[in-house]
């Protein structure tokens, strides 16, 4: 099984940029997808972005230009550089794991005020 621990969000004015940690720990495929997912209040959690093992990276049409995912050299830390943050960016900000399988991370909170 798979660990993640996130961190990294909080409190920043519209504008601002935050970066976001994923990092993953235990029995890591070799071939897998790591991505971020936001959760705003009553609305469903939506894909943000995602990176595969090989590199390929995929981002919501509301955050192209704005975020940029990545990972670390090691392959088992993933990044979510943040910039030009919108109110509507608010949201618990989770880390999700695929191979085979999904699991999820504890969830951290981005606010964006205006």
């Known amino acids: 099984q798979v660990q993640l621990v996130e961190s990294g969000g909080g409190l920043v004015q519209a504008g601002g940029s935050l970066r976001l940690s994923c990092a993953a720990s235990?029995?890591?495929?070799?071939?897998?997808?790591m991505g971020w997912y936001r959760q705003a209040p009553g609305k469903q959690r939506d894909m943000v972005s995602t990176?595969?093992?090989?590199?390929?990276?995929n981002y919501a049409n509301s955050v192209k230009g704005r975020f940029t995912i990545s990972r670390d050299s090691g392959g088992n830390t993933v990044y979510l550089q943040m910039n030009s943050l919108k109110p509507e960016d608010t949201g618990v900000y989770y880390c999700?794991?695929?191979?085979?399988?999904?699991?999820w991370g504890q969830g951290t909170q981005v606010t964006v005020s205006s």
């Open positions: 235990g029995i890591i495929s070799s071939i897998n997808v």
């Open positions: 999700r794991y695929t191979s085979g399988y999904n699991k």
């Open positions: 990176i595969t093992s090989g590199g390929s990276t």
